[in-house]
């Protein structure tokens, strides 16, 4: 998509990629929603939708396009399966409180599922909306927080630092789960983990998936670049090459393993 | 509030922390979906916004300012973008914080909002009016704010609250206000002025079809004049002069009097800020005789 669109933001798609399936996928039910409050990674998203076909391809091809329905970030009252158009940061969270809170006080059983960037924390109105979710005890909200630790032109700890960000949620009042995100077994304990804290003692939780931006194609991984810029022919070759490497050695260890 | 929440049990009723000796009384009838989200306007409309997705119909009351601009944004894409119910309701609108001074007066709140779409702005001008417009805002499945004052007191007899009321006639000129401010025309204190004067009250903005008798008194007279406290810039008097144009109707002259925001960098009660804009009291007076010469 990235690579036909000329587009940069490959990088932020590629942090969260395992972390949309996982969720959309392995733990989302009924009405549960995702709201991708860090909207630069709407081209994850859609791929997500698409396999879950509720987007075409036809939908897929035309990101970026004139005309197209689906923009680099997400649209707005155009898919019951994108509440909102996100992607100014530090939105995603409060939407998220409000469609749990309205669904609770309506006595409905769902859970939204909203996943933030770490750069997006540097927003004020993120922790407006922890205060909230942690005082009013909305557990019908699961925070994921993909800590690539790269926002937008550098480090997160070098442009604002956030560590020690556990302490800080935990301060807050959440459960804090941290998992490998692109790791599917990781992710899948955390749902596990999720589930017995909240028989412990009921508390909204935040997971940190530690990811690496660019993920997956090692001239990206770890960059600013791979925020910003579009890919060569060559450097898509490369990129290719590598995933269907990558892919069939799971193919491989997976035939191994069973 | 309490009566429409008898009927409509899917209200949410969210502060920002204000409401100190007035809203208790909702509080108890609204029992859980009375929400003080504390001092944290960004979360609350954005809350709203999504309370407004799953089938509820969110209120957010603060003070005028703090309920539009700090969180403009999340009024822009969470609630018009997506076109959802929210009802903003900002009290105090335009000086009457009075000396609380100018961080808390709301000069520029309409003009920030009528750039947005689908939102619809309630201006209400006496007491009456609230519960009415507090009604319309229920059943209209736009986003809205409604713009709290101390209410006018209007002699006379006033129609029940409508985007368009005329309130008297005159021979001399129209003039068109939005809110309270309007009550500055009954305190001129020279009836031969006032009697000058057909006033008409805007309630709603954008403004609604400019109504024939109106549009016909305006090329009658040719002279209007339009009030309001708020600044100019994106006000009334501009929404007016472009109703004006664009429906074909020409006055002759179109004086727009609005708030002057803080020319001598003092400060007192929103009485002595309407006096200090011209808006009230002598210079209103002088104002409006010097226009009625012309």
């Known amino acids: ?258 | 509030m309490l009566a429409l929440f008898e009927q409509r049990r899917d209200l949410v009723f969210i502060t920002g922390d204000l409401g100190y000796m007035a809203l208790e009384r909702v509080a108890e009838a609204f029992g859980e979906r009375f929400i003080n989200a504390g001092v944290a306007e960004q979360n609350a409309v954005s809350l709203a916004a999504g309370l407004a997705r799953e089938g509820c119909l969110p209120w957010v009351y603060s003070a005028a300012v703090f309920a539009v601009l700090r969180p403009f944004e999340q009024i822009r894409n969470d609630v018009c973008l997506h076109q959802l119910p929210v009802k903003l309701v900002g009290n105090g609108g335009g000086y009457a914080y009075g000396i609380m001074g100018a961080t808390h007066h709301a000069l520029e709140d309409v003009a920030a909002l009528r750039a947005l779409p689908h939102m619809r702005l309630y201006l209400p001008l006496v007491a009456a009016d609230v519960a009415m417009v507090v009604r319309q805002m229920a059943a209209d499945p736009s986003p809205n704010y409604l713009r709290l004052g101390l209410s006018a007191t209007i002699t006379g007899e006033v129609p029940g609250f409508a985007p368009w009321r005329k309130l008297k006639a005159g021979r001399g000129a129209v003039v068109v206000g939005a809110g309270p401010v309007l009550q500055g025309l009954y305190e001129l204190d020279s009836p031969r002025l006032f009697g000058e004067l057909e006033i008409w009250s805007v309630g709603t903005l954008p403004l609604d079809p400019i109504p024939a008798e109106l549009a016909a008194s305006i090329e009658e007279k040719g002279r209007v004049i339009t009030i309001e406290e708020h600044y100019r810039a994106g006000g009334l008097g501009e929404a007016l002069s472009c109703l004006l144009l664009t429906s074909g109707v020409r006055p002759r002259s179109l004086v727009c009097l609005h708030a002057a925001g803080y020319p001598s960098g003092r400060y007192g009660s929103q009485r002595w800020h309407l006096e200090e804009s011209g808006l009230v009291g002598p210079a209103l007076r002088a104002h409006l005789q010097e226009l009625l010469r012309a």
């Open chain 1, 1 to 258: 998509m990235y690579k036909k669109a000329n587009a940069g933001h490959i990088g932020s798609s590629l942090s969260c990629a395992e972390i949309l399936v996982f969720l959309k996928f392995a733990w989302m039910r009924g009405d549960d929603t995702l709201v991708l409050s860090k909207g630069h990674a709407a081209a994850a998203l859609y791929s997500v939708l698409a396999e879950a076909q509720v987007l075409t391809a036809a939908d897929v091809a035309s990101f970026y396009e004139e005309g197209t329905k689906l923009p680099a970030l997400p649209p707005f009252n155009a898919f019951e399966e994108i509440p909102f158009a996100t992607g100014s940061l530090g939105h995603g969270l409060s939407l998220s409180a409000g469609m749990a809170l309205g669904a609770k006080l309506q006595g409905r059983d769902k859970r939204l599922f909203c996943v933030t960037s770490d750069g997006e924390l540097d927003e004020g109105s993120v922790w407006e909306a922890a205060l909230f979710i942690a005082h009013h005890q909305l557990t019908n909200v699961v925070w994921v927080i993909d800590r690539n630790g790269i926002q937008a032109i550098g480090k997160t700890e070098d442009v604002l630092a956030l560590e020690p960000l556990d302490a800080k949620l935990r301060a807050f009042g959440f459960h804090v789960l941290t998992v490998d995100g692109h790791d599917l077994a990781s992710l899948l304990a955390a749902r596990e983990d999720c589930e017995a804290a909240w028989r412990a003692r009921p508390a909204p939780v935040v997971i940190v998936a530690n990811t690496v931006k660019g993920n997956g194609i090692s001239y990206m991984q770890g960059t600013v670049d791979s925020h910003y810029l579009p890919l060569s022919d060559e450097r898509y070759s490369e990129a290719l090459a590598e995933l269907e490497h990558a892919h069939a050695a799971a193919l491989r260890d997976h035939g191994n393993a069973s």
